[in-house]
């Protein structure tokens, strides 16, 4: 469709091109792009590189060592003279392409055009945080089959985290306290109009229990009619749990009917309550008694140690900072079931989702189960199928699964629900509200596969999507 030579020209065929064309020419043109960028990035570290060595051989080999600094600095200068780009992109593209030289599997993907410049550098940063990568010789290959799943970049970063924590705990902890001396910060400067940022680099746990505070204090003392943002929402709870003098946050929504409005007996020093998710407050009732105050954390551990534990809020954490967080916290442990070496991520070179599902929705079943004929899931039926399926289910979308609605595949049937899908862990998986409210506008059609991958088949088109259960 498009000429690349003739802005009008390109112009003209957009608007005139049939919609049926449109997804095809745009993955097409998105393709080339991609593999037009990869050329001028490794091209550029070339040409870094070239400066970077004659510097150096210019120079006898006792002054070497002491210039190296000017070196890099001459090679990232002459890169962003020759390419017109900012010095902090062209520092970007000199690493980048320095460290693609130490994988070629990841470096050839690139260059076909398989891999944007952001998807390829999580991977080669992942690769750079520990030192296993490069002694795995199954790493690239794990990283390109989760890279060319249907993922957002956010979550192909924890999945790929979490294969370096299985691959060497030891050296994953060893990399958190590494980076913790290297970023940790507060920095608090001055911006416009009476205000000013905080910028901070904390430990996971940190940000997860501050999270957790601003979120139930908001819960408990605003209702859906305040009129502020939430950014401002939170600035006041932040503010009110730091202790900030005549910082509190109240409902803002001026109706007397407010059903957040504080009783007079409320005092300045009560705390707000702490959010405890369901499945949390599920488990303790089945457990042991409920402790006076919630745990700041919630972690999901595989009592065998096959399965990289999780800090509810955050992603996969290692083993040494579970147990530490482990006895101030509530454990949620996988049962057997779903521990299936997940942390192992997948067999390389494996291509194509499994047979698909009962289509019926039944799950193999005759009878139906107890609760099968219940539109709503129990307790215990949500939380099993959200510790195997972590995030939402839909295409590019990485909502923990902890905060999606639960979908039935196959449509449950009110009026008839012997009919219709059943509530089974077989026909139910996860999904964030707006891809749920899509998923029903019916243009991807679902299909559950016997290894609880689901492909979206475009009912247009044919075109087909498969994603994972992480």
């Known amino acids: 469709m498009f000429v690349f030579t003739d802005p009008v020209a390109d ?92 994988l ?65 705990p030891e050296g994953a902890a060893e990399a958190r306290d590494g980076f913790a001396d290297a970023w940790q910060n507060v920095a608090i400067t001055d911006d416009s109009s009476g205000h000013a940022n905080i910028d901070a680099c904390v430990p996971a746990e940190d940000a997860v229990f501050l999270r957790e505070r601003i979120g139930a204090l908001i819960a408990e003392r605003v209702c859906h009619r305040d009129p502020r943002t939430i950014g401002r929402r939170r600035v006041l709870a932040l503010a009110e749990l730091l202790g900030v003098p005549g910082k509190k946050l109240t409902c803002a929504c001026g109706l007397d009917e407010c059903p957040m409005r504080m009783p007079d007996a409320t005092t300045d020093e009560q705390a707000p309550a702490m959010y405890v998710p369901t499945d949390v407050a599920d488990d303790r009732h089945e457990g042991s008694p409920a402790p006076t105050e919630p745990p700041p954390w919630t972690l999901v551990v595989d009592p065998t140690g096959v399965e990289v534990p999780r800090l509810r809020g955050f992603r996969a954490i290692d083993p040494s900072l579970a147990d530490t967080l482990s006895p101030r916290a509530s454990l949620i442990t996988l049962p057997p079931h779903l521990i299936r070496g997940r942390s192992r991520l997948i067999v390389v070179g494996r291509r194509g989702p499994a047979p698909p599902m009962d289509p019926t929705g039944h799950g193999g079943f005759e009878h139906p189960p107890p609760g099968a004929l219940t539109h709503a899931p129990s307790a215990r039926l949500r939380r099993e199928v959200m510790l195997s399926d972590l995030i939402c289910r839909y295409p590019f979308c990485g909502m923990p699964s902890h905060k999606c609605e639960l979908d039935h595949i196959v449509k449950f049937d009110h009026a008839d629900p012997h009919a219709g899908g059943w509530t089974l862990a077989s026909n139910l998986a996860p999904m964030c509200p707006p891809d749920h409210h899509r998923k029903h506008l019916g243009r991807w059609r679902p299909t559950m596969n016997t290894d609880r991958t689901i492909t979206w088949c475009n009912t247009t088109t044919g075109e087909e999507i498969t994603t994972h259960p992480r």
């Open 11 to 102: 112009d003209v065929a957009l608007s005139c091109a049939p919609s049926s064309e449109l997804a095809g020419t745009a993955r097409d043109a998105l393709w080339l792009s991609r593999q037009a960028e990869a050329r001028s990035l490794l091209a550029a570290h070339r040409l870094g590189q070239s400066v970077y060595d004659e510097m150096l051989m210019s120079l006898d080999p006792e002054r070497q060592m002491m210039v190296r600094n000017p070196a890099d600095k001459a090679a990232i200068g002459e890169i962003s003279l020759q390419l017109g780009i900012s010095r902090k992109k062209a520092g970007t593209w000199f690493n980048l392409g320095e460290a693609l030289r130490g």
């Open 104 to 168: 070629p599997k990841i470096r050839m993907a690139y260059l076909a055009g398989d891999l944007s410049t952001h998807r390829m550098s999580v991977m080669v940063y992942a690769a750079r945080s520990a030192s296993v990568a490069t002694a795995e010789p199954d790493f690239e290959d794990i990283a390109l089959d989760l890279a060319s799943r249907p993922s957002t970049d956010k979550v192909l970063r924890d999945e790929l985290e979490e294969a370096l924590i299985s691959l060497d």
